[in-house]
């Protein structure tokens, strides 16, 4: 579906969007 680096990146932008 996508690559490991996108994922990494949803993965991030989740963390920053999630309190703490």
């Keep these: ?3 490991p ?3 990494a990146r949803l993965l ?3 963390k ?3 309190p703490g």
């Design 16 to 18: 920053l969007a999630l």
């Design 5 to 7: 680096d996108e994922n």
């Design 1 to 3: 579906v996508g690559s």
């Design 12 to 14: 991030a932008a989740l």
